[in-house]
């Protein structure tokens, strides 16, 4: 599953974009290792936009409005969020070179944020890549009950509203489960990989 380890200085944007159009993405063993290597798991994580699921209860607390939604307007504090240890996450994989090259990415227009904000505090968010029609998710956070929860449904949402036809969780979790994310075979999932990205990429 892991590859080759890369130094930061290796790695640009552009080398990234490519690694994501075959497959690839990377990770750290720690918040402190500086370096990172490349991940292709033998069964990829992925959510159908057209069977996306919502709860009845999450639905009904969508309907209440308890946050304001925004798109790309602290990336790089959405990142921060998920990268800073929590309860139910002590560690973390998002390192200073990730960090660094996710910005870049976002600065290129390849990477972006959905955010929940609650006055002037970001209490949850998530972050991802777009390329071609394909949304790849990073990392989500969440500060209050149900926020990043609820920038999800905001995500999918939006990728309809757009256009996109893939969105790639990385891994299945119990979490992302609900939702109605499923794994796919490597081989099934470089066959929808190589239809979205094989096209300009679109307006996130």
């Not at 939604?69 to 996450?89: H, L, N, P, Q």
């Not at 960090?99 to 227009?109: E, I, K």
């Not at 790849?136 to 956070?141: A, L, T, V, W, Y």
């Not at 309809?160 to 109605?180: C, K, W």
């Amino acid at each position: 599953m892991a590859g080759r380890r890369s130094r930061n200085t290796e790695i640009t944007p552009e080398i990234l974009l490519r690694a994501y159009s075959v497959g690839l993405f990377p990770m750290a063993d720690s918040a402190d290792d500086p370096e990172i290597f490349w991940v292709e798991p033998e069964v990829r994580g992925i959510i159908p936009l057209d069977a996306f699921h919502v709860s009845k209860s999450l639905a009904k607390a969508i309907r209440r409005k308890p946050f304001d939604i925004r798109f790309d307007t602290a990336f790089d504090s959405v990142v921060g969020g998920c990268a800073a240890e929590a309860a139910d996450r002590p560690s973390t994989w998002i390192n200073t070179t990730i960090r660094a090259l996710y910005s870049q990415l976002h600065m290129l227009g390849h990477a972006h944020s959905v955010e929940a904000w609650e006055g002037n505090e970001l209490v949850g968010g998530l972050y991802g890549v777009s390329l071609g029609s394909a949304f790849f998710g990073e990392s989500m956070f969440s500060r209050r009950t149900n926020a990043s929860k609820i920038c999800l449904v905001y995500l999918v949402e939006r990728l309809r509203d757009r256009g996109f036809t893939l969105l790639d969780t990385q891994f299945t979790t119990e979490h992302l489960i609900t939702f109605g994310a499923i794994d796919v075979l490597k081989a099934d999932y470089a066959k929808l990989l190589e239809k979205a990205v094989d096209r300009p990429t679109l307006r996130f």
